[in-house]
């Protein structure tokens, strides 16, 4: 059969970068590879299963459209994965989820009761389980369970609400800061032995800050070390969805089965759970019997468990009986260093002035950072030269020439600092250390970072080629003094006014 030329695939992987850039990444060109073109039909080889799933489900149109442009032909894409060599190769990564957050409507509870079959004999009611009594095995992760184990063709469709695990969320392309070392370090050990590591592990923090990165680098990491793991992946949106309709449906039997009958179970948002009584109460016995039998349960939520409003205690106390980490905001660094790994991973070469830029003006979460290097992507698009301040500028929404009219520049913190501290700018520029100079360079940073949008690279390259870190030291002195040092806010002060009248901001 034909295979697809190599230099065709390397056109290919231009005209995708041409006209999708967003979807584009690093291992498109490391690890596809063109395979048979034959009946219309291209294949294109993957180096693992998730990757082909996230191509097949999220990438097919762009890579049929790349295809169909090389060959001038009505070609299809279609993305294969060289089977393991086992009778059961495809993991079960039941990704199920709903796409927005919306409160659920549960139905009338008694409704629900009126519906509900009685609660399996090993789902004890009372909070009877003592985690200490029963010392968790090891989980057998290499337990091929043979699919037809599940529910026959034609039964509830728990795959409708269909979300993928993203190549992109694996530990490798994870920062790892003060910000989340714990719950980085906990899911490793997870990944590494699952069930025996945190039972469960509880990652809780606010929005954009790799939460959900954390619970797919998990599955993913346990998928590459034994594809055969059947690993159940959902939103708590679409575990409460599922079991509505279940009862609905009479098919609660299913239900259960699916959910109890898993070796990893990661539930992302299990915050929603809140004030939803009878999801609360079907969660509670999911979690005993998986517990009981030694598989790992790993959750993701927006607080930790005692502040999720209207959560069973008996569900609280579980939620804490392993790990409770939290993530919270990245630093400078981290952000600076998440900055760069996003966009090497889009093939994208920033200058590190727009690094720091970037990791400044985008300070919440890495989602932030995230949606900036998108935008100076389609920005570098649109202009079609290499990015640059004025273009990073742009694509942050502010004007491409940081000073304008009416805007403090450098220009005029220098003329104020010099001639209140009767110094020269080329003391403020040298590398000269003394005192007198040391503090009106300080102040003078300090005043850059209060009135203008310049970068702390662009400060510190200004006031004779400092790092960043320079500006960061001279900006804490300087805040320090003006806690500290009583005659020293006037002086600040005198020199803001100063400023202002050359501007034009007070006359
Ligand atoms: N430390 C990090 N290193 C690399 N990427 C990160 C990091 N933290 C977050 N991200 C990225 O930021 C984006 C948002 O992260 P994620 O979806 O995991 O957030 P979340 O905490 O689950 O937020 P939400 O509660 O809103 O769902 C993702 O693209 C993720 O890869």
């Known amino acids: 059969m034909p295979q697809f030329d190599t230099t065709q695939w390397q056109k290919v992987l231009e005209v995708l970068k041409e006209r999708h850039a967003p979807i584009c990444r690093q291992w498109f060109y490391d690890d596809l590879s063109p395979g048979q073109l034959n009946n219309g039909l291209l294949e294109i080889h993957t180096a693992t299963p998730v990757q082909q799933n996230y191509l097949q489900k999220r990438c097919l149109e762009p890579f049929t459209e790349a295809a169909q442009a090389v060959t001038g032909q009505l070609v299809a894409a ?20 709903s796409n927005g957050h919306a409160p659920l409507v549960e139905p009338e509870l008694a409704d629900l009761e009126a519906n509900l ?21 090891p989980i057998q992760l290499n337990k091929s369970r043979s699919h037809d184990a599940r529910p ?3 039964s509830f469709d728990f795959d409708n609400e269909s979300m993928v695990l993203s190549p992109d969320n694996s530990f490798d392309h994870f920062i790892s800061g003060p910000n989340n070392q714990l719950a980085y370090a906990a899911a490793v050990a997870v990944a590494n032995q699952p069930g025996t590591a945190y039972n469960p592990l509880f990652i809780h923090g606010g929005v954009g800050l790799g939460k959900t990165h954390l619970l797919q680098a998990i599955c993913q990491s346990i998928l590459t070390k034994n594809p055969h ?32 009958h898993v070796d990893l179970l990661v539930i992302d948002d299990i915050h929603f759970l809140a004030n939803r009584e009878r999801s609360q109460e079907e969660f509670f016995h999911t979690f005993n019997e998986l517990y009981q039998s030694n598989r ?18 008996r569900l609280v106390s579980r939620f804490q009986w392993g790990l409770v980490a939290t993530v919270s905001k990245p630093s400078f660094e981290t952000r600076v260093a998440i900055v760069k790994a996003k966009a090497k991973m889009r093939g994208f070469e920033l200058p590190d002035a727009v690094v720091e830029l970037v990791a400044q003006r985008r300070e919440s979460n890495a989602r932030e950072l995230e949606g900036a290097i998108k935008a100076l992507q389609a920005q570098q698009m649109i202009q079609k030269r290499p990015v640059d301040l004025a273009m990073a500028r742009q694509a942050l929404g502010e004007p491409a020439v940081a000073p304008q009219a009416n805007q403090t520049t450098l220009q005029h913190i220098v003329d104020a600092v010099t001639r209140y501290y009767n110094v020269k700018l080329s003391d403020l520029q040298s590398r000269r250390r ?7 360079r300080q102040i003078c940073m300090y005043l850059a970072r209060e009135r203008t949008r310049f970068s702390l690279e662009e400060i510190g390259g200004f006031f004779g080629g400092r790092d960043h870190t320079t500006v960061m030291h001279s900006v804490d002195v300087v805040e320090n003094r003006l806690q500290n040092e009583a005659g020293f806010p006037p002086q600040i002060k005198q020199l803001l006014e100063e400023i202002d009248r050359a501007t034009g901001a007070v006359t």
Do not use: W
Request: proline share 12%; with cysteine; aromatic share 8%.
């Open 296 to 313: 790992q349960i790993v959750l993701s939520s927006d607080a930790p468990p005692h502040e999720i409003p209207h959560l069973e205690d």
């Open 152 to 154: 026959a063709t034609g």
């Open 229 to 260: 793991t059947q690993i159940l992946y959902v939103s708590c949106d679409a575990f409460m969805n599922q079991f509505i309709a279940c009862v609905q449906a009479g098919k609660m039997d299913e239900f259960r089965h699916h959910y109890r």
């Open 78 to 97: 279609r993305f294969v994965c060289e089977p393991v060599s086992t009778e059961d190769s495809s993991p079960s990564v039941d990704a199920s989820s």
């Open 117 to 137: 079959p009685p609660t399996p004999p090993n789902s004890t009611e009372q909070d009877a389980f003592t985690p200490a009594a029963s010392k968790p095995e």
């Open 434 to 440: 003394f005192k007198s100079i040391v503090e009106p």
